[in-house]
């Protein structure tokens, strides 16, 4: 590993060339003038080389451990397929190499286990890509929670609905290549919102769904079975009491994917209601009273400006030229300003292996049709 200095640039690569990179982490490096992305790795060749070009990436490579063997670095991401996580993860960690992973971290929480101890001892920035947590509106909610503006918290709601794939077969759609579907690809954002935002899970019951048990290979054009969830509903005990309602599904008409989706949280507590919408992301729906039943009103509140002011000019510039994306750009430089000031950053792998724990247990509570304690 390049020895880290502050009077030089740090060296970072990037594993994993699709739309994610493309949209989020190559624009948020490129944001870090203190940063030089020095690698991008694909699969496909082709494509690394294609998307590398705009972003002035000088080395492509379709074989992660070439890149790391061959190139001078500092750091790494991980933006690929889930089950390519743990190897990359622990190649990267051997390498002391610090690591941002896409989530969720690992197929099940015994591999994220094994991850989050590897990057420990070595002693490593670690960082999970739950960058959900950078909504302006997040921000000025947990504000809400930690001053006490909200007190107890009685209820937890929330839903993350798309309509997403079609009926084509992919990676995500195989349970040995995924861990999980749809409980996994974003039902891991509503649990670490919830763990953010309310505490730790203490016991979920859960139900999960597969609603085309067969999807077609666009390669081959033949019918093969899918072994993961479409949608999966769940309820929660947190720790503090608190009761949670949860449901994510690909199967929502009229909610889109991607910029377009539909995911939203309300809190209810002593101190009132927050409602919390993705389609706008810089604003909470409020209503601080339960005094005067007739009195009690939403009304929609901007973030302050001290939450602005957390992203800094150039962050809050690409938000407001596309809100559903620039908020996540914040995500790179937490996880450069923690390698360069040698401190720990959240969400981390702990948080990662909180919310596999969450997951694992929603699946087992699932098969045996109870409920399930959360690993403490």
């Known amino acids: 590993m390049a020895t880290s200095k502050a009077s030089r640039k740090i060296n970072l690569a990037i594993i994993g060339a699709g739309g994610i990179s493309q949209a989020v982490h190559l624009p948020g490096f490129k944001l870090c003038k203190d940063v030089r992305v020095a690698a991008l790795c694909d699969e496909s060749e082709s494509l690394a080389r294609r998307v590398a070009e705009p972003f002035g990436v000088p080395a492509v490579y379709s074989d992660y451990q070439r890149m790391l063997e061959s190139e001078p670095l500092d750091a790494v991401v991980v933006a690929t397929p889930n089950y390519l996580h743990y190897p990359m993860v622990m190649a990267a960690a051997q390498r002391k190499l610090h690591v941002l992973c896409e989530k969720p971290l690992a197929l099940d929480a015994k591999e994220a286990k094994r991850m989050r101890d590897a990057v420990k001892r070595a002693r490593l920035v670690n960082m999970i890509a739950y960058n959900y947590r950078y909504v302006p509106a997040i921000r000025f909610l947990k504000q809400l929670i930690d001053d006490g503006t909200l007190g107890r ?78 949608a999966a509903s769940f309820m929660a005990e947190f720790k503090n009491g608190a009761a949670g309602v949860f449901e994510v599904t690909r199967f929502a008409p009229g909610r889109g994917c991607g ?30 009273t339960q005094k005067d039943m007739a009195a009690a009103r939403f009304v929609r509140t901007s973030v302050p400006a001290a939450v602005r002011q957390f992203y800094g000019p150039a962050i809050w510039k690409a938000f407001r030229q596309c809100p559903p994306l620039g908020f996540r750009l914040k995500q790179a430089r937490d996880f450069i300003d923690a390698i360069r000031h040698r401190r720990s950053v959240t969400p981390n792998f702990d948080d990662a292996l909180r919310a596999q724990q969450v997951i694992d247990a929603i699946l087992q509570a699932d098969r045996s049709r109870r409920w399930v304690k959360v690993p403490r």
């Open 259 to 288: 910029l377009n989706e539909h995911q939203s949280i309300e809190i209810n507590a002593e101190g009132g209601t927050v409602v919390y919408d993705y389609q706008k992301p810089d604003e909470l729906q409020l209503c601080l």
């Open 153 to 230: 918290v009685y209820h937890f709601r929330a839903f993350y609905l798309q309509l997403w794939g079609g009926d084509g077969a992919s990676w995500r759609t195989r349970r040995k290549l995924t861990g999980s579907g749809q409980l996994g690809d974003v039902g891991s954002h509503l649990i670490d919102y919830a763990r953010h935002l309310i505490g730790e899970f203490d016991s979920v019951c859960g139900l999960t769904r597969t609603w085309l048990p067969k999807r077609r290979d666009p390669n081959t054009n033949r019918w093969e079975k899918t072994d993961v969830d479409d």
